[in-house]
């Protein structure tokens, strides 16, 4: 048994790190009425949470529009575009790929009687465009274009677009008017590069070009072709739209999230996937069979008397890690708050138990909440500037060792980031691409009686405040009034006398306003709480 706290925590620690190495996943994915919750379970925690709409669209990353270019802004070399969102979108000179012009010569030239398919073969292309280019030159308004979501709608600014176009696969992405096929340099073998990349140049067809993800070395040659061939025809399935009408419209979309999340996370640690809707367990066990057919077998039907969200104890973990304080172990916590620039956390040890080693005590307090932090960042997907305050340490071996480990608890977050030293201030900045918005689930609500101020009337104008209240209703011709107070607010109210006695309040205002005063009592209200109704029970005081 370890013989200190310290002791206890780096035995643990180390458990701990044993036991992610070999860490089991879980997708749990609840489909409502109007929405679809995804959540990603990893050693039965949440890591993260998703959310699509079942019903109509949103905009979302990887989406690809047919949009029209609204405006042009040479200072920004850039233009406004619309998809059909009610903010405009947005699109950089340099987000407009090397190829754009074969892209835009395939809209102009589309239309019902063309052979799209010849059409597309044919078109060069050459020359890409110039990399100090002015955006002027390449688009006008009016014109159509093809265009994908990188960014979706943040606040006051609308999507940010890209118009080279991408098709990611579970092995390959799919680049259209491109002529090159990269591999990626996760891929250690020159053999299997080689391979890799034989193979599928000897596939791709005209005027396509393709990325192979780390995720096929190994993979033979009928899983490659077999995607090959789903992202081609997913591709040349929006042409027709293109070609009946130059109007905006959604060509396609991504994969659902889940099938997302699978395509990016899959891989042998994963060992379940629930779903409680039979069209999306489908449509998951279908996907998981192209991209990965051995594993087949995860995907499951939850048919539970419980909410799937409760039996797998989602619902609990949403409600403890989504607030403002979140709580960590031995009493620990972190306070989050969220501004449109950044996002600020602050560790506090709270009314842990300490060591006699202070500073030790506070390096385990922070590896703890470096822990909860890289957590939090993939659940609430926060992006952009992190200023992460932990708490000060004296040691500088301390302070680059939580910087290391730091770096590695956010290897598997799969958005680019970038985690910079501790100051001399223990200020640790983090930047994380924002790609969406921040996703915020409120567990608290606004209290009825003080509507959040944490200030209510006080107890000596009480009594005046309920008269005017009175006065109000009898001017408008309401003579029988019935007044909802808490028992305490009652008993003050009569001041131990009856209703009709001179010496309560009640009395006074019956004998003043010459109107029929009933008092109830709630034992559920606060203590200054009160509600004046009239005869037919409708509220007469909101």
């Not at 110039?130 to 990188?150: D, N, S």
């Not at 092995?171 to 193979?199: G, Y």
């Not at 109000?472 to 309401?478: P, R």
Request: hydrophobic residues 35%; proline residues 3%; aromatic residues 8%.
């Amino acid at each position: 048994m370890p013989d200190s706290l310290f002791s206890y925590y780096k035995y643990h620690h180390c458990n701990f790190l044993m036991e992610s190495e070999k860490s089991e996943k879980d997708l749990i994915v609840d489909v409502t009425s109007t929405d679809v919750h995804i959540a990603l379970m990893e050693n039965h925690r949440l890591i993260e949470l998703n959310k699509e709409s079942s019903k109509g669209h949103s905009f979302s990353v990887g989406d690809v529009f047919l949009g029209k270019v609204k405006k042009i802004l040479p200072a920004l070399n850039a233009a406004f575009v619309d998809i059909g969102d009610k903010k405009e979108a947005f699109v950089h000179y340099l987000d407009l790929g090397l190829y754009f012009n074969a892209f835009d010569e395939f809209v102009r030239k589309s239309n019902p009687n063309t052979d799209l398919g010849t059409l597309y073969s044919k078109i060069k292309i050459g020359p890409i465009l110039e990399k100090e280019g002015r955006i002027e030159k390449v688009l006008t308004p009016g014109q159509m274009i093809i265009a994908q979501i990188v960014k979706e709608p943040i606040s006051t600014k609308g999507s940010r677009l890209t118009a080279e176009i991408s098709l990611a696969g579970r092995n390959i992405v799919l680049l259209p008017f491109a002529e090159k096929v990269s591999v990626s340099q996760k891929i250690s073998s020159k053999e299997e590069k080689k391979r890799l990349e034989t193979l599928v140049k000897s596939i791709l067809p005209k005027n396509y070009g393709a990325i192979i993800r780390t995720a096929a070395e190994g993979k033979n040659a009928a899983v490659l072709v077999a995607e090959v061939k789903s992202l081609i025809e997913k591709w040349e399935g929006s042409w027709q739209k293109v070609a009946k009408s130059k109007t905006t419209q959604l060509l396609f979309t991504e994969y659902s999230k889940t099938t997302t999340i699978l395509r990016d996370l899959l891989n042998d640690s994963f060992t379940n996937v629930y779903v409680n809707d039979e069209t999306i367990y489908e449509e998951t066990r279908k996907y998981i069979s192209l991209i990965s057919p051995d594993q087949e077998k995860i995907v499951k039907l939850y048919d539970g008397k419980d909410a799937i969200f409760d039996h797998f104890e989602v619902t609990r973990q949403i409600k403890s890690s989504f607030g403002k304080v979140v709580p960590m172990k031995q009493g620990a916590y972190l306070v989050i708050e969220t501004t449109e620039a950044l996002n600020v956390i602050d560790v506090n040890s709270g009314i842990r138990a300490k060591t006699s080693n202070q500073e030790e005590n506070t390096f385990e307090v922070n590896k703890i909440a470096a822990e909860e932090i890289a957590r939090q960042l993939r659940l609430r997907d926060m992006g952009g500037i992190v200023i992460v305050d932990f708490i000060d340490m004296e040691s500088g071996e301390h302070r680059n060792e939580l910087h290391r480990y730091m770096q590695q608890l956010m290897e598997n977050d799969r958005a680019k980031h970038n985690v910079l030293p501790l100051t001399k201030f223990g200020l640790m900045q983090i930047t994380r691409q924002r790609i969406r918005p921040v996703t915020e689930i409120n567990t608290t609500e606004v209290c009825p009686v003080c509507h959040g101020t944490g200030k209510i009337s006080s107890s000596v104008v009480i009594d005046e405040e309920i008269e005017r209240k009175i006065a109000f209703c009898v001017e408008k011709g309401n003579k029988e009034l019935t007044l909802k107070v808490s028992p305490i607010l009652g008993a003050y109210l009569k001041r131990g006398q009856s209703v009709l006695s001179d010496k309560s309040f009640i009395g006074k205002w019956k004998k003043k306003y010459g109107c029929k005063l009933t008092v109830t009592e709630a034992t559920d209200f606060s203590v200054l709480q009160n509600e004046l109704y009239d005869k037919k029970g409708d509220r007469s005081d909101s």
